[in-house]
C-alpha cells in the first residue's frame, strides 16, 4: 500500500488528538463509511443549535488556517466554509439537506480529502431521548484516491470522532 503524505500528517494530526473511538462501518480501495451514535445530556434545540454552528465545536488543529473562522449556509448549496483574517477562504463541505432540529446532510471531502478524486456525505441525525439527545452521524465517502480510499478510513474516523467529542463537551457545558 502507498502512503499518501497528507495521509501521514493526518494520522499524526489524530494521534495528537488523544485517544477516540474507531466506528470504520466498511472500508475498500474505492471507499468507506464511518459513523456512529452519541448521547446528549441536552435538549435536542440546544444541540442543533451548536451542530450548525462548527465554529463553536471544530478544533482549530483541525483546519487549514491558523486565525480562521468556521461558517455554515444552512441554504441549499450553502457552503461550510472556513475564513482566514488574511482573506483565504476554503469550502469544506456543502448543505445537501435541512431538516431544522431533526437532520443535516452535508456533501463534499473533509481535510486532505478535497484533493484526492473523492466525495462524501456526511449525514447528522438528531432525536429526543428523554430530557437529551441522541446524534447518529455517517461520513460515506468514495472515488478515487492514491493507495485506496480504505487507508483514509480509521484516520478520518478519528478525526470526526474528536469533533464530535469536542460537541458534546460544548453541547453539554453550562454557559
Known amino acids: 500500500m502507498v502512503q499518501h503524505p497528507f495521509l501521514i500528517d493526518f494520522a499524526a494530526a489524530l494521534l495528537a488528538a488523544g485517544p477516540v473511538s474507531a466506528e470504520v462501518k466498511s472500508a475498500a480501495p474505492h471507499g468507506f463509511e464511518v459513523g456512529g451514535t452519541l448521547s446528549l445530556d441536552a435538549p435536542p434545540a440546544r444541540v442543533w ?11 482549530r488543529d483541525h483546519r487549514w488556517f491558523n486565525d480562521s473562522a468556521l461558517s455554515l449556509d444552512l441554504a ?3 457552503c461550510w466554509c472556513e475564513r482566514a483574517a488574511d482573506g483565504r477562504i ?3 463541505m456543502e448543505t445537501a439537506l435541512v431538516e431544522p432540529g431533526s437532520k443535516l446532510v452535508l456533501r463534499g471531502g473533509l481535510g486532505p480529502l478535497q484533493g484526492q478524486g473523492a466525495a462524501g456525505g456526511l449525514s447528522f441525525t438528531l432525536t429526543p431521548q428523554g430530557a437529551g439527545a441522541t446524534l447518529t452521524w455517517s461520513y460515506v465517502v468514495g472515488g478515487y484516491a492514491s493507495g ?12 470526526l ?10 453541547v453539554e457545558a453550562a454557559d
Open 49 to 59: 443549535a451548536i451542530l450548525v454552528a462548527p465554529d463553536a465545536w471544530w478544533s
Open 76 to 78: 441549499p448549496g450553502g
Open 90 to 92: 476554503s469550502r469544506h
Open 148 to 159: 485506496g480510499l480504505d487507508a483514509w478510513a480509521a484516520p478520518v474516523d478519528g478525526v
Open 161 to 170: 470522532s474528536a469533533q464530535l467529542a469536542n460537541l458534546k463537551t460544548r
